[in-house]
C-alpha cells in the first residue's frame, strides 16, 4: 500500500501549521475561532487535538483542508510538504484533498450517501483519485480496501445500502472511502464519538493499526483526553482557538503544566475512585470568542489565577524540552517571579 | 407532597421492602415490512429483575441495541411492558388505571441525554419548571413561584439571572440543569438518569454529576443511572447492571464488579474504557470482543453474548446461562464465569471438544 512516490523528508514535518488564525464574520461581529495556532504533524505519527465544543480543533482542522464556510476569513499558514495551503486556488486544493489529506467525520450516516451501494461509494472515490483505473480493477481494490478495514464478509457487503451496516460498520467504510487514494495524512474529527465503547475501542485499533501499516500521519480530534492517552504520539490541548499545551504523550501525562489540561484530566470518572466521589470541576463555562479577550483565556475558571493572568496572555513557548505549554502559573513548578 | 414526605420519614422502617422493583419484565416489538405484514418481533428486553432501594444508585450499563432505555421506559409505562411486574413502593404499575398510575409516576421522574430536546424552545425557564406542579395542581401562584426560586438555587442556576430566559439562551450544561430542576418540581424518590451528561463537554459534564451526587445527599434521592460509560456509571453507582441484547448479565456491588468483573461481556466494557494514563499498558479490546452485534429480531440461542465471546464453549449455544449468585449480591448470567473456574458449569462435554449431551439443562436447574 506504501507505494506514494514520499518526498524527501525535509527539516519540517509533514503538516507544519503556523500562526494560524480563522475569523467567522456574521452580523457584525467577529467570532475568532483559531487565535494564532502553531504546531506539526511529522511523517507517520499521530498527533491528538484535544479540547471542548468550541474550543477550535474541528475549525482549524476544516481550514488545512479549505473546507470553511465562505464567511470565515483563514491567515496564517498551512504547509503540506513544504507548500503553502493557505489561499491555494480551489481547482489546485483539489488535487490536495482528497488524494494527499483526508478526513473522517463523527457521523458516517450523514457523512455516506443513503441510495448508493456501499461498493460503488468506495469505488467511486478510487475513481475520483485515478480516472484511468478499469471498473474492474477499482472494483477489486474496493474489495481490497473494505478487507484492509475489515469489514466481515467484504464481497457480500459490496452490495450493501448503508442503512444495512451498523454505525462501527459504516465508519469503517468512510475509513475505507478516506483511504481510497492513499493519503499521506489522516484527518479523524471525532471519528469514534458517536459510536458504543467497544466498537470506539475496535475503530481506534483499527486506526493505530492502519496508520502504522500505511506509514501515514493521523490527526486525531477529540474531546477525550483519555483517548489521546492511549492512541496518540503527541498532544495538543486547545483552549479558545489557542494551543495551550503540547508534548510527547508520556511527557504531557508525567507533568501536566498547564491547569487546564489538569482540569481536562481530573474531570474523567476513574475506574479507581470509589462510588460517589465527588469529581474536580472548574467551575463556568468557556469564553465568548465574539468579544476582545485580555489575559489568558482560562484564567475566569483558573484555580492559580492571579492578576497578571488576567491582564497579561501567557505566551505559549517550548519551556522544557519538546514541551510547550502558556501560562504564568505552571503546575507543579515553584512560580517564577513575575 | 405531605404523603411523599411521610413515605420517605418511613424509609428507615421499610429497608427490606424496595423502592423498585421489576420481575421478569418483557418487552417486544414487532416489525412490519412494507406491505404491513410482520417481519418478525424486537426482543428489547427479555426477562430483566431488578431491585433498587430508597436512596440508592443503580446504574444500569450496556451499549445500543441492549435494551436499557427501553427498560427505563417500561418502568415508567411508556409504554407498558409486554409481560413482567414493576412494583413501586409495592404498588404494581402494570396494568394500572391512567388516573392512578399518573399519581403513581410523579414519585419517579426522567431527565434525558438531550436537554433541549424535552424544554419547550418558546417557554421561559421559570416556567418550565412551574409547568409540573400546575399540572399536579400543587399550591397556588404564589408558592408555586417560590418553589420555582428554590428549585433554580437547588440546581445552581440563579433565578434572577435564569428565570427569563429561553433555552436558546442557555448552555448545555444550563440547559441540563432547568431540566433536572422540573424532574425535581414533584419531589420525587426516583429519578431515572438516561445518558444525562453524555452530550456534555468534559468539565461541564463533572459539574452536573457533582450537582446530581449533592441533589441525591441532600433529597435522599433514587437513581436509575443509564450510560454506556462504565467508568462515568461506576462513579456514581451503588451497585451496577450491566446488560447485553435485552438480558441481564451481570449486576453487583459497584467496587467488586470492577475489582472482579464475573462476565466476559463486563470485561470487553472495562477494556474498552481508554486510560487516562498512557504508562497503563492497554489490553486490546480484540481479545476481549470480537464481531458485531447480533440482530434483536434473531438472537442467538443460549447465551446471547456467545457470539462474540472469546470464552464460549458448545454449551453457551444450546442452554442459556441462568443469573446465578456468585459473590455477595453478585450476580451473573454466563457458564464460564471470569475468574471463576470453580463456578464453570459442570459439564465434561463443555471442557472437551465433544458436544454436550442434553442433560445440561436440568444439572443448571
Redesign the interface.
Known amino acids: 500500500m506504501t507505494t506514494n512516490g514520499v518526498a524527501p523528508a525535509g527539516p519540517e514535518g509533514l503538516l507544519d501549521v503556523a500562526d494560524l488564525r480563522v475569523d467567522f464574520h456574521q452580523a457584525g461581529r467577529v467570532v475568532r475561532a483559531v487565535d494564532g495556532l502553531t504546531y506539526s504533524v511529522p511523517r507517520a505519527r499521530t498527533v491528538g487535538l484535544i479540547g471542548e465544543s468550541g474550543c477550535g480543533k474541528t475549525v482549524s482542522s476544516r481550514a488545512i483542508m479549505a473546507l470553511l464556510p465562505e464567511s470565515a476569513r483563514v491567515t496564517g499558514s498551512i504547509r503540506f510538504e513544504g507548500r503553502e495551503l493557505v489561499g491555494l486556488a480551489e481547482r489546485k486544493m483539489r488535487a490536495v484533498r482528497g488524494s494527499q489529506i483526508a478526513m473522517v467525520f463523527q457521523d458516517p450516516a450523514r457523512s455516506l450517501n443513503p441510495t448508493l451501494r456501499i461498493g460503488a461509494q468506495i469505488t467511486e472515490a478510487i475513481h475520483l483519485h485515478d480516472s484511468d483505473v478499469s471498473k474492474a480493477a477499482a472494483q477489486d481494490r474496493a474489495v481490497e480496501l473494505m478487507e484492509l478495514v475489515r469489514l466481515p464478509a467484504a464481497r457480500e457487503r459490496f452490495r450493501s445500502y448503508p442503512h444495512q451496516l451498523s454505525g462501527g460498520m459504516r465508519q469503517r467504510v468512510m475509513i475505507a472511502i478516506a483511504l481510497a487514494a492513499q493519503p499521506k495524512l489522516l484527518i479523524a474529527d471525532e471519528a469514534t464519538t458517536a459510536l458504543d465503547v467497544t466498537t470506539q475501542a475496535q475503530i481506534m485499533e483499527l486506526l493505530r493499526d492502519l496508520q502504522q501499516r500505511l506509514g501515514m500521519a493521523l490527526i486525531m480530534i477529540s474531546h477525550d483526553l483519555g483517548l489521546a492517552a492511549s492512541f496518540a504520539d503527541e498532544v495538543l490541548v486547545m483552549y479558545a482557538g489557542r494551543g495551550v499545551e503540547r508534548a510527547p504523550t508520556r511527557k504531557l501525562f508525567e507533568h501536566v503544566r498547564m491547569p487546564y489540561t489538569r482540569a481536562l484530566l481530573d474531570a474523567i470518572p476513574r475506574l479507581e475512585n470509589p462510588p460517589h466521589s465527588a469529581l474536580s470541576a472548574v467551575p463556568g463555562q468557556p469564553p465568548d470568542l465574539a468579544s476582545k479577550q485580555v489575559g489568558c483565556p482560562f484564567s475566569p475558571r483558573c484555580p492559580s489565577v492571579t492578576e497578571k493572568c488576567r491582564e497579561h496572555a501567557p505566551p505559549f513557548e517550548e519551556q522544557e524540552r519538546d514541551h510547550l505549554w502558556a501560562c504564568w502559573h505552571p503546575c507543579g513548578l515553584e512560580t517564577k517571579g513575575s | 407532597m405531605g404523603v411523599l414526605a411521610s413515605l420517605r420519614t418511613g424509609d428507615q422502617g421499610v429497608v427490606n421492602e424496595p423502592l423498585l422493583e421489576v420481575s421478569n419484565l418483557v418487552q417486544e416489538f414487532t416489525v412490519r415490512d412494507r406491505g404491513g405484514v410482520k417481519a418478525g418481533t424486537v426482543h428489547a428486553v427479555s426477562e430483566v429483575s431488578l431491585e433498587l432501594a430508597a436512596g440508592e ?1 443503580l446504574g444500569l450499563v450496556g ?2 441495541g441492549s435494551g436499557k432505555s427501553t427498560l427505563a421506559r417500561a418502568i415508567l409505562q411508556a409504554p407498558p411492558p409486554k409481560s413482567g411486574s414493576v412494583r413501586l413502593r409495592g404498588v404494581e404499575l402494570v396494568g394500572l388505571k391512567r388516573a392512578r398510575l399518573t399519581e403513581a409516576r410523579r414519585q419517579v421522574q426522567m431527565v434525558f441525554q438531550d436537554p433541549f430536546g424535552s424544554l419547550d424552545p418558546k417557554w421561559r425557564v421559570r416556567d418550565l419548571v412551574e409547568e409540573p406542579l400546575i399540572s399536579f395542581k400543587v399550591g397556588d401562584r404564589t408558592g408555586r413561584r417560590r418553589r420555582v426560586d428554590e428549585l433554580l438555587d437547588l440546581v445552581g442556576l440563579d433565578p434572577a439571572r435564569f428565570g427569563a430566559r429561553r433555552p436558546r439562551e442557555l ?1 448545555g ?1 444550563q440547559a441540563q440543569r432547568v431540566a433536572i430542576a422540573r424532574a425535581l418540581a414533584l419531589d420525587p424518590a426516583l429519578i431515572i438518569c438516561d445518558e444525562p451528561v453524555s452530550s456534555l ?7 452536573v ?2 450537582l446530581l ?1 449533592r441533589l ?1 445527599t441532600e433529597l435522599g434521592l433514587a437513581y436509575l443511572f443509564i450510560a ?5 456509571v ?5 451497585r451496577v447492571a450491566v446488560m447485553y441484547l435485552g438480558k441481564l448479565v451481570e449486576i453487583g456491588p ?2 467488586s464488579l ?1 475489582r472482579e468483573p464475573l462476565h466476559p461481556y463486563t470485561v ?12 497503563v499498558a ?1 489490553r ?3 481479545e476481549t ?1 470480537r ?3 447480533p440482530s434483536p429480531i434473531d438472537p442467538p440461542s443460549g447465551c446471547r453474548f456467545r457470539t462474540r465471546c472469546p470464552r464460549a464453549q458448545d454449551v453457551c449455544a444450546t442452554v442459556e446461562p441462568p443469573l446465578r449468585k456468585l459473590a455477595d449480591g453478585h450476580l451473573t448470567a454466563c457458564h464460564f464465569p471470569v475468574g471463576r473456574e470453580d463456578a464453570a458449569t459442570p459439564d465434561p462435554g463443555a471442557l472437551e471438544p465433544a458436544p454436550l449431551p442434553g442433560g445440561a439443562r436440568g444439572r443448571l436447574a
Open positions: 444508585t451499549e445500543t448552555s450544561g463537554d468534559v468539565l461541564i459534564r463533572a459539574q454529576l457533582n451526587e441525591r454506556h460509560d462504565l467508568a462515568l461506576k462513579q456514581v453507582s451503588d459497584a467496587q470492577y470487553a466494557l472495562l477494556a474498552s474504557i481508554p486510560s487516562p494514563d498512557p504508562a492497554r486490546p479490546v480484540a470482543i464481531g458485531e452485534l
